[in-house]
């Protein structure tokens, strides 16, 4: 890989990773929102570095000021800056004409030719090429967050342990993150859910036969690691897979509530479509 | 593998013999993983149906999991190759001579010991362990702290109390195993190891007189960061492909047997590639195993999965990565055996 595009898939990487971080939450759909002022931070690092090999090397594509390394366009020949650095361009004009920098930056990339050489540097790793499609894809095309077809896998139920529950409030439909309705279903004993109308958000996960569940999935760090949090959803048909919904509802009496014989389901009442949370990993009880 | 068949003619430090040698390392595994790679995703394709492969759910979480796991790693990488890069081109080699102890048996446990102090995940502590090597830290010492650096770090520990509260003996088994291992390969690496095994990519090696330390320093760090990418991509893609295609009710299967657990949550680590400040949560959520098999998935993760051989194979060759992991993989499971008898 040449120099020049080094740099450019440099600076493509790092727009990419800016414009998921810095100008949308679109990172959100890979990664935990703690981690997005790392990333923030990798895509500035990128994109500086894309800049200065750029501002080094020049930028890849044929220009005009080709003749650069010939001594009679060079305005002084030998060690112009004065910092006693050998000037390739004028000491080793064999070895200069192979510079497609401008000449006020020769100095600094025109190491001897012994050490030039016995680098690779020159030629980057053919391997940086793998690079390129995910900064496209990132930079034009975001892959979307992770949605029913992760959460119809089976993949592990979240289960956290409370130690303790704080009181529901004494009247009207209680909103809960799908995290606590399931756990105060299985584990408070007093078992407080019993009648209560509750608001819950997620997305649609199509089952077998007209079933569906509405799911979460949370992640402790990126998307790889997701898990989900389900609850069978009944009295309503189901929206399409990966809508997102606000529902409100009862919790179907079916096992002992505050047991793990408890069934993880609701009745539903009422079903709103709303946007794509900006956060999709992110479990917390709907606002009002 | 065999060497480039460079003509004899030119001597080695000829520069067409040394991008004859670079230009051949990197494509033959680079090709040999992009055609598994391309075959695995036309696999999925062709089992979804061929039409339907860029707008299946299956592809499209795929390609979720890959740019995940980059976007992930990439703070830590560019960590990585930062302090390896300041290392090449800022600190002198026989500072290390004097950090470490002068007998490579001692200077393992040390060095293992240090691997504390680097707070990333394991992105970060290959390229380091690179430029170690090539600043004149025996690889013995080198690898060592390659391994306990990712596991072990406050970071880490830290998380694996929270993923485990009222547990503190899982973070002591975390850290004994996870040292263990370390210098116990540290120290057959001294003793079996060949040096003809790591085949590190002809490159600067410190500062050389002449030329500035700041540019030396960003074309490195832009070297080292283009060549640990480009694996990191290929690692990605292989774990994306096993999350998407291996049903996760294969878990339940092995729970219930506590060797056959401990073994399939050591290969789950390797094949899930989740990075070393994140897999104790995941470790925490399979509650159907026993804590033994749960601290296993956890001190062979950060040593060995698919983006680290990955990684590896493209710093130090592939003859290295494929030894060096399963070994690793082996002694880790072991410690962990023990360490589980003995502490959980």
Known sequence: ?288 | MNEPDIPAALPPTHPAALHARADRATPASVRVAGVVSMLTVCGIGWAAGLDELLTSAGFRAWQTITVAVLVQALPFLLLGTLVSGAVNAFVPAHVFGRMLPRNPALAVPVASAAGVVLPGCECASVPVAGSLIRRGVTPAAAFAFLLSAPAINPVVLVSTAVAFPGAPEMVAARLVASLATAALMGWLWLRFGRAKWLRMPARHSGHAPGNSRWEEFRTGFQHDFLHAGGFLVLGAMAAATFNVTVPRSVLDTFADSPWLSVLFLAALAIVLAVCSEADAFLAASLTGFSPTARLAFMVVGPMVDLKLIALQAGTFGRAFAWRFSAATAVVAVACTALTGWWLL
Request: charged residues 15%; aromatic residues 6%.
């Open chain 1, 1 to 288: 890989m040449r120099p020049g595009l080094q740099n450019v898939l440099l600076l493509l990487l790092g727009a990419g990773v800016l414009r998921i971080s810095l100008f949308s939450d679109i990172c959100l759909r890979y990664v935990k929102e703690g981690l997005q002022p790392y990333v923030v931070v990798a895509g500035l690092m990128l994109t500086a570095l894309g800049a200065l090999g750029v501002a080094r090397d020049g930028i890849p594509f044929p220009t005009r000021r080709q003749p650069v390394a010939s001594p009679d366009v060079h305005p002084h020949p030998a060690g112009h800056d004065g910092s006693g650095h050998g000037d390739a361009s004028g000491a080793e004009p064999g070895h200069g004409n192979g510079h497609r920098h401008a000449p006020e930056h020769d100095v600094d990339l025109a190491p001897d030719p012994a050490s030039e050489h016995g680098h690779d540097h020159s030629r980057g790793p053919r391997v940086a090429w793998l690079l390129l499609p995910p900064a496209l894809a990132l930079l034009l095309f975001a892959p979307p967050a992770l949605g029913s077809y992760t959460a119809a896998r089976d993949s592990p139920q979240l289960v956290v342990d409370y130690d303790s529950f704080t009181p529901l409030p004494a009247s009207g439909p209680v909103p809960l993150s799908m995290t606590e309705y399931v756990a105060r279903l299985q584990q408070e004993e007093s078992g407080s859910l019993k009648g209560r109308t509750v608001v819950l958000q997620g997305f649609v996960t199509p089952g077998k036969g007209g079933t569906w569940k509405l799911t979460r999935l949370v992640v402790s760090c990126c998307a790889a690691d997701s898990q989900s949090l389900s609850v069978a959803a009944h009295g309503r048909q189901a929206p399409p897979a990966d809508t997102w919904v606000r529902v409100t509802g009862t919790w179907r009496p079916e096992g002992t509530l505050g047991t793990t014989s408890a069934a993880i389901a609701l009745d539903i009442a009422t079903l709103e479509r709303i946007p794509e949370p900006a956060n999709p990993y992110l479990d917390r009880a709907p606002g009002r």
